[in-house]
């Protein structure tokens, strides 16, 4: 028994690390594949640069800090607008999720307000408060608004109620039963809006750049695009795209500290096997 579970632990390992290494394995492919097509003339390099050329620009730019300056203003302008998002969907999310009126009178206009796209409320924007950092604050303050407030009322309604029972014949009320229960509980659903909302927050300065004007990389990218400077624009995408990974892996990192509970390979397999197995080094063959 105890031979065959290890073994299951060693496959489960393996299957782990397989799943790991896959989205290295398939970017490597489609770079390999696209070099390939570069190369060998079956596209022109004005429409599809090779990936070596994009790679030595990008090299080039940030270098001579072409692209640092924009960079660090972009991630700024998305970092405060995903923190005004956040301070505004909080406490709107627990007030609909916990008040069957609140819900009632503002959820329509919630939904309604994903209708409107960003490049329309950008020029209100600009009426509104003019130019500069604002606007583009407030517009990446609203992309991120929806995937925060929808993961916390997500989280807060499926709390079982004798949880919530339970806490307060134990006397907990008001912020500590947030705090300590309601909280706790739904953190794996707020994380995951926090996630997304992060992430849109540099689509959302890239975006209020291109309208709004700003020193960001959604100025160096519009300049690429109308000097029809493909290798430059690629090196730029690949920038905003490692922006966002960098954000969304930030949050997947501290997603899996706070999430205590979270099974590993071993604590589902614990309780079947022997103490021995689990805790004595293996004897050297």
Not at 112 to 140: E, F, R
Not at 261 to 268: A, K, L, Y
Request: aromatic content about 8%.
């Amino acid at each position: 028994m105890a031979a065959q579970l290890s073994a299951v632990l060693t496959r489960q390992r393996r299957q782990h690390r397989l799943v790991l290494a896959t989205p290295i394995l398939l970017g490597l492919g489609v770079v390999l594949l696209w070099e390939l097509v570069a190369r060998t003339g079956a596209v022109s390099p004005f429409f599809l640069p090779a990936p070596s050329r994009i790679v030595a620009r990008l090299f080039a730019d940030v270098s001579s800090t072409m692209l640092l300056r924009p960079a660090a203003i972009t991630l700024i302008e998305a970092m405060l607008g995903s923190l005004l998002g956040t301070v505004i969907a909080f406490p709107l999310g627990y007030i609909i999720a916990r008040n069957r009126w609140a819900a009632a009178g503002l959820q329509p206009y919630v939904a309604a307000s994903q209708a409107m796209p960003a490049v329309a409320l950008a020029p209100l924007l600009v009426i509104w408060v003019g130019y500069g950092l604002l606007p583009i604050v407030l517009l990446c303050a609203l992309l991120v608004f929806f995937p925060i407030l929808l993961g916390t009322m997500l989280g807060l309604r499926t709390i079982d109620p004798d949880f919530l029972d339970a806490a307060r014949l134990d006397g907990a009320f008001g912020w500590r039963l947030l705090w300590h229960i309601e909280v706790p509980l739904a953190l794996p659903s707020l994380l995951t809006g926090l996630r997304n909302g992060f992430t849109l927050s540099i689509t959302g300065a890239v975006v209020g750049e291109f309208v709004m004007g700003g020193t960001g990389l959604g100025m160096i990218v519009s300049v690429q695009g109308n000097s029809a400077d493909t290798t430059g624009l690629f090196a730029s995408l690949l920038v905003l795209a490692l922006l966002a990974v960098g954000m969304y892996s930030l949050l997947r990192a501290v997603e899996r500290v706070l999430s205590t509970e979270r099974p590993t390979v071993r604590s589902r397999f614990a309780p079947l096997l022997p103490a021995a197995d689990l805790s004595r080094p293996k004897e050297p063959r």
